[in-house]
């Protein structure tokens, strides 16, 4: 149990750091506009590039994995949309939002430094992949879904050029595609250049989960939506089940590329969520309370599942 304590500690202790620097002086939203843009355009992805690029091409050409992976969580999407539309009876826009909160986690900020300081180099690989083609999925899967509910208002051909623009211009996805490049062509990389991307990769972590934490409080609770209820549960536990039960089944995994997926999966509501909803005018304020409390609860229930990774039980061959 301590090793756990001393991992998680540093994490989540980022946040409520940044948490508490929010509270104490008070700054505008606006001040963490430059933080954030460092973050998303120089820090992560040299830590994606660097991940990627320094890996054997063989490793990064995992369909199976990357499939099985998103289909799990899709699979999660899809249930919360049902229950969203066909037993609540929300319209098409709400639970589209809704979905995303039980499924959609916050691998982009929190993933690479949990996953990486809790399974080793081992796990860069699965987390890259994971963060690359679900972030890609998501892009895609919320304007079309959005378009579809009426509340995006561009034609047909507008929209799909303005995905496959942010698909293809994302900053994740450039770094992730040049890091395959350079393995694909084993390409030597300059040392001053490494060391420029090492340092940039270090820093990604720190800032990312002090930024979260910022985020959480110039976001009060101010309405606790009636789906928290099963959004919780199905982004917390049930999620990573989905991945572990699919994954466990297509067989044929490292360990540590199961434990990795497992781990990103139990992680919080991505703060994306709250960006989606926010731009398209729609479930606002909820998504901003999901946030809060997927956050707040995941430091016990990432904790949980890391002491199950620990143990050894995703080892276990549910399907022989």
């Not at 919360?80 to 319209?91: D, E, K, S, T, Y």
Request: hydrophobic share 60%; aromatic share 10%.
């Amino acid at each position: 149990m301590a090793d756990i304590v001393s991992l998680l500690l540093p994490f989540f202790g980022l946040i409520l750091i940044g948490y508490i620097a929010a509270k104490a002086t008070k700054q505008p939203a606006e001040a963490l506009g430059w933080l954030n843009t460092f973050i998303i355009y120089a820090a992560l992805p040299a830590l994606f590039f660097k991940l990627v690029s320094r890996t054997p091409i063989e490793e990064l050409t995992r369909v199976d994995f990357i499939v099985t992976d998103i289909a799990a969580t899709y699979a999660v999407f899809v249930l919360l949309f049902a229950i969203g539309r066909f037993v609540r009876g929300n319209p098409l826009d709400d639970c589209t939002i809704q979905s995303f909160a039980g499924a959609y986690g916050n691998i982009g900020y929190m993933g690479p430094g949990l996953a990486l300081l809790a399974l080793g180099e081992g796990a860069a690989v699965p987390v890259a992949l994971i963060i690359c083609f679900e972030n890609a999925l998501h892009f895609i899967v919320a304007p079309a879904l959005m378009a579809a509910a009426g509340d995006d208002k561009r034609s047909a051909g507008r929209l799909a050029a303005d995905i496959a623009r942010k698909v293809a211009l994302h900053p994740f996805i450039l770094s992730t595609a040049a890091g395959f490049s350079v393995a694909a062509l084993h390409l030597d990389q300059p040392l001053a250049f490494q060391r420029l991307v090492d340092y940039l990769a270090q820093a990604a972590a720190p800032c990312a989960l002090f930024a979260m934490g910022v985020t959480l409080a110039l976001r009060p609770l101010k309405r606790i939506p009636a789906e928290i209820s099963y959004i919780v549960p199905a982004k917390l536990i049930l999620h990573p089940i989905a991945v572990f039960i699919a994954l466990t089944a297509v067989s044929g995994f490292e360990p540590v590329w199961i434990q990795a997926a497992v781990l990103l999966a139990s992680l919080p509501t991505a703060t994306n969520v709250f960006v989606i909803g926010q731009q398209y005018g729609v479930w606002q304020e909820r998504a901003s309370a999901t946030i809060l409390i997927t956050t707040v609860l995941s430091v016990a229930s990432v904790s949980l599942w890391l002491i199950v990774i620990r143990s050894g039980l995703l080892s276990l061959q549910l399907f022989l």
